[in-house]
């Protein structure tokens, strides 16, 4: 699976968009890109993936370049409570071992009253 | 809600003894993934069980086991205990076909003293 490189933190203004980028310059052309939020412990939570195109869903847009080779993960207007931190996932669509998640150390997205 | 049930939610227990988590997948999902997170190593995934076989193996120790039922629901074993098992064990659940996004509980939190 390809690796993916993230900031380590942003911060950003209630109500204001939050736009979180996404390396993963050795996708392939199997892989999709998945984003998931952690708060504080709780489980990992789904938001969106993608495998080329951009998608929207109620929670977030994601946006990837043409070359695939980054993303940014969109929150349109952020509220205190998406304060958590995002992962960027690359993982590939076949069965067996491609299945597992490898989780880095994603982005800590601080959302400011 | 993601619909993946996990019990217990709190573990504590002693060095050397053995401990059994469970896990309901979501409804119609045949795949079971577990996950472990410590404050030094990140989300690392341990073992995935599809429609009861196992399917793929992480850095799990010899001395954690996991089977998956009839029913789909998935237990992970962990014998002889030590400090360093204290984790969050995460489990999380995916439907068939390619890119499908894998759910995950709120977690078992185990504390060992």
């Known amino acids: 699976d390809a690796k993916t490189t993230q900031p380590t933190s942003m911060d950003c203004a209630e109500g204001r968009a939050a736009n979180l980028p996404c390396n993963h310059s050795?996708?392939?052309?199997?892989?999709?890109v998945y984003w998931y939020r952690q708060i504080h412990s709780q489980g990992p939570q789904y938001i969106i993936h993608g495998l080329k195109n951009n998608e929207t869903n109620e929670m977030a847009s994601l946006i990837i370049t043409e070359d695939r080779k980054s993303s940014t993960l969109i929150l349109p207007h952020a509220t205190l409570r998406d304060t958590a931190v995002y992962y960027c996932?690359?993982?590939?669509?076949?069965?067996?071992?491609?299945?597992?998640?490898?989780f880095g150390t994603g982005t800590l997205l601080a959302v400011q009253p | 809600d993601s619909g993946v049930t996990q019990t217990p939610k709190h573990l504590i227990t002693a060095t050397g003894q053995r401990v059994t988590l469970r896990c309901s997948p979501r409804s119609g999902d045949l795949s079971v993934y577990w996950y472990q997170q410590s404050l030094d190593q990140g989300l690392q995934f341990l073992i995935q069980y599809y429609n009861g076989e196992e399917r793929a193996k992480g850095n799990i120790l010899e001395r954690f086991s996991a089977q998956q039922f009839p029913d789909l629901h998935s237990e992970l074993n962990l014998s002889s205990l030590e400090l360093g098992d204290s984790a969050l064990y995460f489990c999380?659940?995916?439907?068939?076909?390619?890119?499908?996004?894998?759910?995950f509980g709120d977690g078992t939190r185990l504390s060992i003293l």
């Open positions: 996932i690359v993982r590939g669509i076949y069965g067996g071992a491609t299945n597992k998640l490898i």
């Open positions: 999380a659940s995916s439907g068939t076909g390619g890119g499908q996004p894998q759910h």
């Open positions: 050795t996708i392939s052309g199997n892989e999709y």
